[in-house]
């Protein structure tokens, strides 16, 4: 069982739709939890980081995270075609674990 | 938030050489992280390149065939030795701020032949 899982998409949304973007982990230990977005032939670009459980905002993106149920999410709120993007969930404090990403596709 | 460069962007190599990328930070930081992102699978830690010392390196990489170097705080080099097809991704070097959060270089994509 790999320690997060994340559906690989793509995912297609019209522009303005509210964006869910998940990921499920195994390891009850894991603390601090995080979101990338990586365009392509870029890096990953750091969006959110949060510890524990709990929700964290800025501006049109919200990070949830859900220890009881080791769930992680993401939400983007009227969604825009640039956020078309691969979006990374990880854990870790030093050496990050992540899942495969999503891939997500806005259209105009 | 660090500005990471990385040399080169992009290669294209011969099975059985050896590649050097280069990790370049504008600032200088105590923790440096080398990860390969292969295609369709997740990014993987291959080793911390910890400054004055050997590299530590997780559980399926070593140190033969992905020597790394960090002789100061703003540089840091990986080498992929004796490469083969399977040696083809994306290497990315990372940084660890004063915050806890980690930044990550454009990478380097790798084509072995």
């Known amino acids: 069982q790999k320690e997060v899982e994340q559906d690989p998409g793509p995912l297609s949304v019209p522009e303005g739709a509210i964006v869910s973007l998940n990921c499920t982990y195994s390891?009850?230990?894991?603390?601090?939890f995080m979101w990338y977005r990586q365009y392509s032939r870029k890096g990953p670009e750091l969006l959110m980081y949060?510890?524990?459980?709990g929700n964290k905002e800025d501006g049109r993106f919200t990070a949830q995270v859900d220890k009881s149920s080791k769930y992680i999410s993401l939400f983007i709120r009227d969604s825009q075609p640039s956020d078309s993007a691969t979006y990374l969930c990880?854990?870790?404090?030093?050496?990050?674990?992540f899942g495969t990403g999503t891939r997500l596709l806005v259209s105009p | 938030s660090a500005v990471i460069s990385q040399k080169p962007s992009r290669d294209i190599c011969q099975r059985g050489t050896s590649l050097t990328i280069q990790c370049q930070v504008d600032?200088?930081?105590?923790?440096m992280f080398w990860y390969r992102q292969q295609p369709g699978q997740s990014l993987t830690l291959i080793a911390t390149?910890?400054?004055?010392?050997?590299?530590?390196?997780e559980s399926g990489f070593v140190i033969d065939k992905f020597p790394i170097s960090r002789p100061n705080l703003t540089f840091s080099t990986l080498t992929v030795s004796n490469m083969s097809p399977e040696d083809s991704s994306i290497y990315l070097c990372?940084?660890?701020?004063?915050?806890?959060?980690?930044?990550f270089g454009p990478g380097t994509r790798l084509t072995v032949l």
């Open positions: 990372s940084v660890l701020d004063r915050g806890g959060e980690q930044f």
């Open positions: 390149a910890n400054q004055g010392s050997e590299a530590t390196y």
């Open positions: 990880g854990e870790g404090f030093q050496k990050l674990v």
């Open positions: 949060t510890y524990s459980s």
């Open positions: 390891n009850s230990a894991f603390q601090y």
């Open positions: 600032s200088q930081v105590t923790m």
